[in-house]
C-alpha cells in the first residue's frame, strides 16, 4: 500500500502570543475562520498501536466524523514526514476497512476488538493556505486547546506548517519570518504523544534517551539524521520541562541529550568536511552544555552538606539558574534547535557533499571502524591510568563516555545474542570506568569549584589512602574494558 506523505514543521509558542500570532500580516488582512476540533484517540490498555509506532484518533469537526491513522515513519527533529490515512466515518468506534490504512493488515481481531479511548483533545483551529513569494504553498494551523487523559490534562499551543507545494526549506523560511513577530521554538511532540504521556502519567518527568532503531541498509548520512534527531528531540523536551520545574532531572537530561548530539557530531565529523556550519554548531552546542553545567555542578555537592552551607549552595544555584532562563528564552538558544532541523535536512552536508562516498556509505561499516578507533583511542591513552595527571585521566574518560554513547547510538546494528551479550558487557565496564573516574575528577576539581563559588566549607574528599586504593579500582576497571570483546566483532 502507497503512503499518502505529509510533511510539516511543528512550533510552540506562549499562550500569552496567540492573538499576536494569529494577527500577523503574513497570515493576510483577515484573520482566518476559527474551527473547534475534537478528537478521541484509541488503543488497547496496553498500548499495542503506540508500541507498534501508530495512532488512531476520530476527530469530530461539527456533525462530521473523520478517522485518521497516522505512522511515525520518518522523523527530523520537529519535521514530521508520516503516513498518513483518513477516511470519513459515521460512528464514534473506529472502522476497519481497506480504506482505513494498515491497521486490519498489522493487527489481529483481538487485538482491534480491544481498542477502548485512551484520551481526548479539544482543540481550537485556525487554518488557511499560504502561497509563498518563492511559488510554495504551505498551509499554517494555530491550535490552542489542551490533551486530556482522566484528570491529567496538557495545554497546546502550537503552530503547524504543512508543506503541499515546494521543497523543505520553505517551512523554515517562514518559521524564521514569523519568529520575528513572536518567540518560537521547534516543536518535537505530536498531540498523541502528549495524550500517550499523561496517559501513563509520565508527563512531567525527565525523559531519557530513547532507544534507537537503525537499519543496518542505511547509510552514514541517514544514520547521522536519525541520532542527531532523537538528541535534539530529548532536549527539547527537557528543556520544556526544565523551564516549567527547574528541576534538577530535567536539567541534568537536557545535559546529556547535549552531549550524545556533541558526541555524534564527533563521531560522524568525517561527514562534514566542507561544510562551514557544522563547526559552528558544535561551538554553539559546547557552549549551551557548559552554561547547563555551571548548574548542574551544584546540583550534584548541593545533597553532600548540611546547613548552613547547603543553603548557601542552594542560594546560588537559584541565581545562576535565573541566569540560564534567561538565556534558554533568548533568540540564540531558542532558534539553534530549528537551525540544526534545517540542517540536518537541507545542510550542505547534505545536499552538496564534499565527500558523497562518506555520507553514502553503510553505517554498519561506518560503525564498524568508528567504534574500532575509539577503543583504540582509549587503550593508547590510558596505558598507566594510576600514574597519570588529573587532566589526562579526565581526557580518558570523556573519551570513554563518548564510546558508551556510541555504543547505544549503534546497538542496533548488532542484533543477535552473542552480539548483545557482549554488549552488555562492555557497557557495563565502561559505567564501571566512568565511576571511578569521576570520583576522581570530583576529588581533583570540587576545591576549585568552592573556591569560584566564594563558599568556605569542607567537603569529605577521601585521603591518600583511600584515593590511592581508588586509582587501583579504575585501572582495573579500564584493563577488564580493554579486555571485553568487541560486540562490532562477528
Known amino acids: 500500500m502507497d503512503e499518502p506523505v505529509e510533511i510539516e514543521l511543528k512550533l510552540d509558542f506562549d499562550p500569552a502570543d496567540r492573538d499576536r500570532l494569529a494577527s500577523c500580516a503574513l497570515f493576510g488582512p483577515e484573520p482566518a475562520a476559527k474551527r473547534r476540533l475534537a478528537a478521541t484517540y484509541f488503543d488497547t490498555p496496553d498500548f499495542h498501536l503506540d508500541k507498534a509506532g501508530y495512532a488512531l484518533r476520530i476527530r469530530k469537526e461539527g456533525n462530521k466524523r473523520v478517522q485518521t491513522v497516522k505512522a511515525a515513519s520518518s522523523e527530523a527533529a520537529g519535521l514530521f514526514v508520516r503516513g498518513e ?112 504521556a499523561l496517559a501513563r502519567n509520565a508527563f512531567t518527568a525527565a525523559v531519557k534517551a530513547e532507544a534507537l532503531r537503525l537499519d543496518r541498509r542505511m547509510t552514514a548520512g541517514d544514520a547521522f539524521a536519525a541520532i542527531a534527531a532523537a538528541c535534539i528531540r530529548q532536549y527539547r523536551r527537557n528543556e520544556d520541562l526544565l523551564l516549567l520545574s527547574g528541576g534538577v532531572e530535567q536539567l541534568h537530561q537536557a545535559r546529556v541529550a547535549l552531549r550524545r548530539l556533541r558526541t555524534a557530531f564527533w563521531l560522524f565529523a568525517p561527514l562534514f568536511k566542507g561544510d562551514a556550519r557544522a563547526p559552528l554548531f558544535a561551538a554553539d552546542l559546547r557552549w549551551l552544555a557548559g552554561e547547563l553545567g555551571e548548574v548542574r555542578d551544584i ?37 539553534l534547535p530549528i537551525a540544526l532541523a534545517e540542517w540536518l535536512t537541507l545542510g550542505q552536508w547534505r545536499t552538496e557533499p564534499a565527500a558523497p562516498d562518506l555520507r553514502d556509505r553503510d553505517i554498519r561499516t561506518f560503525a564498524d571502524e568508528r567504534l574500532e578507533r575509539l577503543r583504540k583511542r582509549i587503550k593508547r591513552e590510558g596505558k598507566g591510568l594510576a600514574d597519570l595527571n588529573d587532566d589526562h585521566r579526565h581526557s580518558v574518560r570523556k573519551d570513554a563516555k563518548k564510546l558508551r554513547y556510541a555504543s547505544e547510538f549503534f546497538v542496533s546494528l548488532y542484533p543477535g545474542r552473542k552480539a548483545r551479550r557482549r554488549m552488555d558487557r562492555f557497557l557495563d565496564r565502561i559505567e564501571a570506568l566512568q565511576d571511578k573516574l569521576g570520583r576522581l575528577n570530583d576529588i581533583a576539581t570540587v576545591p576549585e569549584l568552592f573556591a569560584r563559588l566564594g563558599l568556605d566549607t569542607d567537603l569529605p574528599i577521601p585521603g591518600k589512602k583511600e584515593r590511592k586504593h581508588l586509582l587501583k579500582d579504575a585501572e582495573d576497571c579500564f584493563d577488564a574494558l580493554i579486555d571485553s570483546k568487541r560486540f562490532w566483532r562477528d
Open 85 to 196: 490515512w483518513e477516511v470519513r466515518v459515521t460512528t464514534a468506534s473506529p472502522v476497519f476497512d481497506e480504506r482505513s490504512g494498515p491497521l486490519a493488515q498489522l493487527f489481529d481481531a483481538d487485538t482491534l476488538g480491544r481498542l477502548t479511548p485512551i484520551f481526548i483533545t479539544a482543540i481550537e483551529r485556525q487554518a488557511a493556505p499560504l502561497d509563498r513569494p518563492d511559488g510554495s504553498r504551505i498551509e499554517y494551523a494555530i491550535d490552542t486547546g489542551e490533551v486530556r487523559a482522566g484528570t491529567r490534562r496538557s495545554l497546546v499551543c502550537e503552530l503547524e506548517l504543512e508543506l503541499q507545494k515546494g521543497t523543505a526549506s520553505a517551512l523554515f523560511d517562514l518559521a524564521r519570518t514569523l519568529n520575528e513577530q513572536v518567540p518560537l521554538r521547534l516543536g518535537v511532540m505530536t498531540k498523541s504523544e502528549r495524550g500517550y
Open 299 to 335: 546540583d550534584v555537592l548541593v545533597p553532600q552538606l548540611a546547613d548552613p552551607a547547603r543553603s548557601a549552595l542552594f542560594s546560588i544555584r537559584e541565581s545562576r539558574f535565573g541566569h540560564l532562563r534567561t538565556l534558554l528564552d533568548s533568540d540564540q538558544v531558542r532558534l
